[in-house]
């Protein structure tokens, strides 16, 4: 722990004087070996994911199923899970409702949080208040389920979809990025003779591109992610999205046959190949937008939570 | 034009609902101003909708809790029962008792195990002297909050499972496998795990952001007067984090009664109910799987109400320590 200690605010104007103050150095080797080790405990087991989707199946049997570095590559497992059957659907599934999902979600709370966020707008105040309470609570599993139910979105995608479109924190956040935008820059547009929502779109929109990328990617990380709702309102597996797919077929281990895959059965790839393969593709999606969400969350983040 | 406030507060820690905005002098007034916000109003129109439907209307889905609900019958005609349902609480079940143990068990042991790990995290961040290796490492210890409970659940199993990694080496070497996920012992330690793995990284944000706003000035006095690394880490860094310590930790207490839902959910089968049941588990299990669904909305809504009060006293508690609590947060 005596390496666990910092001196100096970072920034980049302090970094001369950081060397001065810099900690003794068997201090920092530790410190920088503990987090050394840190980091493998979190990478390597998407090492041994993606080298078991991508090893031989002689190599993957022989292990008895988990491999951390494939003899060769084969790619078997992933045509089988892209032939067409559960998986390919659960995969369409996930990013319809996820693209769908997230353009909603963006455009409902970007509207909301501007209509809160013009001074002396009628009802504002009250509508405000809504957002904020209903922050305090989480209606329960079973009445959440009657709604739905009555709403007749049983077995719908809109289930997956509506209830949890609008999150009263992202509204919040955008709102409070919205109040920072210069009044001048509104006012001058409306003098040019646009309406609320040309102001909208024209000047709020187009000056809120970061806070609207951190949003979008956050909903977007929800959706894709979304499990627990899916097992509750979605019955027909050809509707289930990729999450379902992944527990019956990863964490539960049932059995994925040919007929599943829409493939032939014979010289199908280990099942633990297959899963394996599954587990990628579900988690390549959040790699792809990750650095894009990694350059913009610090932002995102604090100014909900910090600052707010 | 009448100035409005439309900040209108919100009532800092209560439970009130704000009131409409300030009485208004004459109706012609009033619709006035819809008129003239008519387009705002109408932007707003479907969040409130979302909001209505399916945060507020389900308030009045624990209705049934004090039904005896048929499930093919309309929602209002199911014969009502008084608190029957809430038996199960009062008389003490046993398989209720069990969860709440659980629940509140899980809670108390990542308290002093989840929580603490982003504290010393950041501190070991903080203390990094190349920004670009700090950047590199927070981007990979961020990574898996990104990543659902199903696939955390799926990666652990790779590495703990029967087959997985750590079991092929034990074999390997010529012992013998341990369950890991199957043991109902160890299902807490598995759990609070899981989560440090997911969750410590994203949890350091916070306590960087606090860091790197101690008065540097501050390190400089204490070195002055002789203190040690140690003693300025005591003395300094620590009392500079109080804040955001306090504060994190009340609210979690005030989370008392949710753990891991999903997480727990997915694991279930394999340690067995007694030991893995929570409240929500139990919601889940009895009502939507079990078809008791006045019992389970029950134990539901009483959860809830629990919830909310323990994040006000949550909140009341971060006043007395004098941190601003979370209601004030749009006070700036």
Redesign the interface.
């Known amino acids: 722990m005596s390496a666990t200690r910092s001196v100096t605010v970072p920034g980049p104007r302090n970094t001369k004087r950081k060397r001065l103050d810099a900690p003794p150095l068997p201090g920092r080797m530790l410190t920088g070996f503990a987090l050394f080790v840190i980091c493998l405990v979190v990478l390597l087991p998407f090492l041994g994911i993606v080298s078991t989707s991508v090893a031989p199946t002689s190599q993957v049997n022989d292990a008895g199923g988990f491999v951390m570095w494939p003899k060769g590559l084969d790619f078997g497992a992933y045509e089988s899970i892209f032939a067409g059957g559960v998986v390919t659907r659960a995969l369409l599934v996930s990013v319809g409702i996820t693209v769908v999902g997230t353009v909603i979600s963006l455009f409902v709370s970007a509207m909301l949080a501007y209509a809160l966020s013009r001074p002396g707008s009628y009802g504002s105040g009250f509508i405000l208040s809504l957002v904020l309470v209903s922050l305090l609570f989480a209606p329960g599993l079973i009445p959440n389920y009657l709604v739905v139910k009555q709403f007749g979105l049983l077995d719908s995608y809109w289930a997956l979809i509506l209830p949890t479109a609008l999150s009263a924190f992202n509204v919040i956040v955008m709102r409070s990025f919205f109040m920072n935008i210069p009044k001048e820059l509104i006012e001058s547009a409306r003098i040019d003779g646009a309406g609320d929502f040309g102001v909208f779109l024209r000047i709020v929109l187009p000056l809120s591109k970061a806070v609207l990328a951190v949003i979008g990617l956050f909903y977007a990380v929800g959706y894709w992610n979304a499990f627990f709702n899916a097992l509750l309102y979605i019955n027909d597996t050809a509707k289930w999205p990729l999450q379902l797919v992944l527990r019956t077929y990863v964490i539960n281990n049932a059995q994925l046959g040919g007929a599943d895959l829409g493939t032939s059965s014979d010289a199908l790839p280990p099942q633990a190949s297959i899963q394996m393969a599954i587990l990628v593709v579900s988690i390549v999606p959040i790699l792809i937008v990750y650095p894009f969400l990694q350059r913009h969350f610090a932002k995102g983040v604090l100014t909900g939570a910090v600052k707010g | 034009?009448?100035?409005?406030?439309?900040?209108?507060q919100?009532a800092a820690g209560t439970?009130r609902?704000?009131?409409?905005?300030a009485p208004v002098p004459r109706r012609r007034n009033?619709w006035e101003?819809?008129k003239?916000?008519k387009?705002?109003?109408l932007?707003?129109l479907?969040?409130?909708a979302?909001?209505?439907?399916?945060?507020?209307?389900?308030?009045?889905?624990?209705l049934?809790a004090f039904q005896e609900y048929l499930p093919f019958v309309p929602?209002g005609r199911s014969p009502w029962v008084g608190f029957e349902n809430f038996a199960v609480i009062f008389n003490g079940d046993p398989e209720f008792l069990g969860a709440l143990r659980n629940t509140l068990v899980i809670t108390l042991v990542q308290v002093v195990f989840v929580f603490p790990a982003p504290i010393?995290?950041a501190?070991?961040?903080?203390?990094?002297?190349s920004?670009r290796i700090?950047k590199i490492?927070q981007?990979?210890?961020?990574?898996?909050h990104?990543?659902?409970?199903?696939?955390v659940?799926?990666?652990f199993?790779?590495?703990l499972g029967g087959?997985?990694?750590v079991n092929?080496a034990i074999?390997a070497a010529g012992g013998d496998a341990i369950d890991f996920l199957g043991n109902p012992h160890g299902f807490i330690a598995l759990l609070t795990s899981q989560v440090i793995?997911k969750d410590t990284?994203w949890a350091t944000?916070?306590f960087l952001?606090?860091?790197?706003?101690?008065?540097?000035s501050l390190?400089e006095a204490a070195k002055m007067d002789g203190a040690s690394?140690?003693r300025?880490?005591w003395h300094v860094?620590l009392p500079g984090m109080r804040g955001i310590i306090i504060l994190l930790l009340i609210l979690r207490l005030g989370d008392s009664l949710t753990v891991g839902?999903?997480q727990i959910?997915?694991q279930q089968?394999a340690v067995g109910r007694a030991a893995s049941e929570v409240l929500?588990t139990y919601?889940?299990n009895n009502?939507?799987l079990g078809g008791q669904?006045g019992v389970?909305?029950a134990v539901?809504?009483v959860?809830?109400v629990v919830?909310?009060l323990l994040?006000?006293g949550a909140n009341k508690l971060a006043h007395v320590f004098g941190e601003s609590g979370v209601?004030?947060?749009?006070s700036?």
């Not at chain 2, 034009?1 to 209108?8: A, E, F, I, P, Q």
């Not at chain 2, 501190?123 to 002297?129: D, F, R, T, V």
């Not at chain 2, 860091?211 to 540097?216: A, G, Y």
């Open positions: 034009m009448t100035k409005l406030d439309d900040r209108v919100p439970r609902t704000a009131p409409p905005p009033t101003r819809i003239r916000d387009v705002l109003l932007m707003g479907p969040g409130v979302l909001l209505l439907g399916f945060h507020y209307l389900p308030l009045l889905g624990n049934i929602l010393i995290l501190l070991m961040l903080n203390s990094l002297l920004e700090k490492v981007s990979v210890l961020y990574l898996p990104f990543l659902s409970w199903v696939i659940v799926a990666v199993q790779q590495i087959s997985g990694l092929n074999r793995w990284g944000i916070l952001a606090v860091l790197s706003q101690i008065d540097s390190y690394r140690m300025q880490l860094t839902f999903e959910l997915l089968a929500d919601v889940y009502g939507v669904w389970a909305a539901g809504l959860k809830g919830g909310v994040v006000l209601y004030q947060k749009e700036r």
